[in-house]
């Protein structure tokens, strides 16, 4: 299996951009997790999704946040507008049921200047 | 969500076992303790997970205190590569809330 997909691998934006990540999870795993790292805050899960539909958002900073999940093979995590202080490494996790050995990928670096 | 205290860091020779402790002291009845670790300029990575009983894989053990308040990860012979921050973690429902970790320096 290949394992987590995150594109892209890296990002870097003007402050204001709309900046769009994606995430392909296991084939099977039906749970999908948002994380969020920086040096300052750690990991932080931004939300979660289970069949698809997003059970958990609250860690999602604000409303320019925003997380989707067409199908069990895709999601997107869409910052609008983006902002300096959105910079961080954004993880994908998946696994199969609730919680068991969650699988990361390798995570998109985002910097916005 | 109960929360887990870790050391910041430590520190051990290649080739020697590793304790890293954690302390959950508010951890409930149907809370799994995880522990994840990461390597540099990766995502975190599954080490091992248990309840109540001790537990084995290839990568490490999980040493659970009688009064599930503590546990131990033990790698038996630490090598360069095991160089990471460790994460312990509890599950409460399904959420991993990850905190700060122990980062392990391993010295040749």
């Known amino acids: 299996d290949a394992g987590v997909i995150q594109s892209p691998r890296h990002e870097v934006t003007e402050m204001g951009q709309e900046v769009t990540l994606r995430c392909k999870p296991i084939?099977?795993?039906?749970?999908l997790f948002w994380y969020r790292q920086t040096m300052m805050r750690g990991l932080e899960l931004l939300i979660y999704f289970n069949n698809n539909v997003p059970i958990d958002d609250s860690g999602m900073p604000e409303d320019r946040f925003s997380a989707k999940m067409p199908n069990a093979s895709f999601s997107t995590l869409k910052i609008q507008p983006s902002e300096p202080r959105d910079s961080a490494v954004y993880f994908c996790?998946?696994?199969?049921?609730?919680?068991?050995?969650?699988?990361f990928g390798e995570g998109s670096r985002l910097t916005v200047l | 969500d109960a929360k887990t205290t870790q050391p910041n860091s430590m520190e051990s020779n290649e080739e020697e076992p590793v304790h890293l402790p954690c302390n959950h002291s508010t951890i409930s009845g149907t809370d799994y303790i995880h522990w994840y670790r990461q390597l540099p300029s990766q995502g975190p990575e599954y080490v091992i997970h248990g309840l109540t009983s001790n537990v084995n894989n290839r990568m490490a053990s999980l040493a659970i205190a009688e009064d599930r308040k503590s546990s131990t990860l033990i790698l038996h012979r630490a090598t360069l590569r095991d160089a990471a921050v460790y994460y312990c973690i509890l599950d409460s429902s399904y959420k991993l809330i990850f905190g700060s970790g122990t980062r392990l320096l391993v010295r040749p």
């Open positions: 996790a998946s696994t199969r049921g609730t919680v068991g050995e969650l699988f």
């Open positions: 084939s099977g795993h039906n749970s």
